[in-house]
């Protein structure tokens, strides 16, 4: 495994020189000082996350329904992550792999692999999981997604793993634990989505499930966690499937990077209520470190400097692996499907499949993510 971090470092490092030999040297010396390692200061010895499809690295697969509706168990999913489809929602790692190179951990094991090692944490996360609980989405008449194992069931799950490893003391084995909760709440919007609802019905959800994600951190301070991150959402009005779905020929639906103006605003309300939660949680429980990850304007940073990231600007909307139409995305032809092709180089796309990101994306996503949360973390720099 340490040869594994060590090759993947060393990878990555090669393509930054690479791409930086290119650049102009003021934008150089900012982007060398953004790609140094910096959480590594930070002394955290565990990592715990929980969510979705953004962050789930192989327990969909392992769930024998979820595996059944799910691509990611095959190529060309994992094509850079030694050609081994794990899972993972991406050509390689995701934000999360990242994170925890940085930290100089090995990567997390996701929880339904039952003979893996989590002496160094866990990954909780499955694709298609929700924030809210299955009762209240049954109660709200939207189909069921492909996994129950919502939030409320992966913090059961930690709960279950704590027993095992730390009955006596958690908060002192949780002492210098990293806790990702999050991203979660997109797939809670992806079934009213389906179902046809409007953006407006789609707001009157907001609240619970900002409810749900903060019961969740509670969850985990009630555990002993001392660090917690609580991503919000990406300005999904500007990835392909967003762009596809609500396509429209009036030019004021769009913002000035062709985003849906309608769906970005949805996700600011989402995110900005959040923020306003986790506000409040901080000053219930001042001695713990409770940090906002602020995807929405990570992404839109990745937007503004595609060419300085070695992007191509052309690719910028358009899904690296799918077919059809101007964003390269068909929901009945998505990456995975037989016929589908993959882009010749991921690493000048933003989007993998129209819906998450490439490993290129994720690696510059997790360095201004670390950059910007970084001074709020409890690192005694
Ligand atoms: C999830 O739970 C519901 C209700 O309990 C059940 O009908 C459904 O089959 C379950 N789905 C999966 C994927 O296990
Ligand atoms: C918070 O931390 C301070 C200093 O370490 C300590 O004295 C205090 O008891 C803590 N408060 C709570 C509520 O844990």
Same mark, same amino acid.
């Given at each position: ?29 900012? %982007? ?35 595996a059944a509706h799910t691509k990611t168990g095959r190529l060309p999913y994992g094509m ?5 489809a ?28 039952? @003979? ?75 079934? #009213? ?46 990835? #392909?499937?967003? %762009? ?41 429980? #001042? ?32 899904a690296c692996c799918g077919s059809g139409?101007?964003?390269n995305f068909k929901p009945d032809m998505t990456c995975g499907n037989s016929g589908v092709p993959v882009c ?8 993998w499949d129209g ?10 996503? @997790? ?7 970084? #001074? ?6």
């Amino acid at each position: 495994m340490a040869l594994v971090r060590a090759m993947v470092l060393h990878l990555f490092l090669m393509s930054f020189l690479v791409l930086q030999q290119k650049r102009e040297c003021d934008a150089q010396e900012s %982007l060398i000082e953004l790609a140094k390692p910096k959480l590594k200061k930070c002394g955290i010895d565990r990592i715990y996350q929980f969510g979705d499809s953004i962050s789930d690295t192989g327990n969909c697969v392992r769930e024998s329904y979820c595996a059944a509706h799910t691509k990611t168990g095959r190529l060309p999913y994992g094509m850079n992550f030694f050609r081994k489809a794990t899972g993972r929602c991406s050509d390689g790692m995701l934000i999360v792999d990242f994170i925890a190179l940085e930290c100089d951990l090995p990567l997390l094991n996701p929880w339904e692999d039952e @003979t893996a090692d989590f002496s160094h944490g866990a990954n909780f996360a499955v694709s298609g999981a929700t924030a809210l609980s299955v009762k209240s989405l049954i109660k709200k008449k939207f189909a069921l997604s492909a996994t129950n194992s919502t939030l409320s069931v992966q913090l059961h799950w930690m709960d279950t793993h704590l027993k095992s490893v730390c009955s006596t003391d958690c908060p002192k084995y949780l002492e210098k634990s990293l806790f990702m909760l999050g991203e979660i709440g997109g797939d809670d919007f992806v079934y #009213p989505m389906r179902n046809g609802e409007t953006v407006d019905e789609m707001r009157k959800m907001i609240p619970q499930v900002v409810d749900s994600i903060i019961h969740g951190v509670r969850t985990v301070i009630s555990f002993g966690a001392t660090q917690i991150v609580v991503p919000g959402n990406f300005p999904a009005g500007c990835f #392909p499937i967003i %762009l596809t779905l609500y396509m429209t020929r009036s030019s004021t639906a769009y913002d000035e990077y062709h985003c849906v103006i309608e769906w970005n605003n949805f996700i600011v309300s989402y995110n900005n209520y959040l923020l306003q939660a986790i506000h409040k949680l901080k000053k219930e429980f #001042p001695n713990v470190s409770i940090v906002y990850g602020d995807f929405y304007n990570a992404y839109l940073w990745l937007q503004k400097n595609v060419i300085a990231l070695g992007f191509n600007k052309n690719n910028v909307q358009k899904a690296c692996c799918g077919s059809g139409g101007k964003y390269n995305f068909k929901p009945d032809m998505t990456c995975g499907n037989s016929g589908v092709p993959v882009c010749a180089d991921p690493n000048t796309y933003i989007s993998w499949d129209g819906i998450h990101l490439t490993q290129k994306a994720n690696f510059w996503m @997790t360095k201004w993510l670390i950059h910007d949360m970084l #001074p709020q973390l409890n690192c005694h720099l």
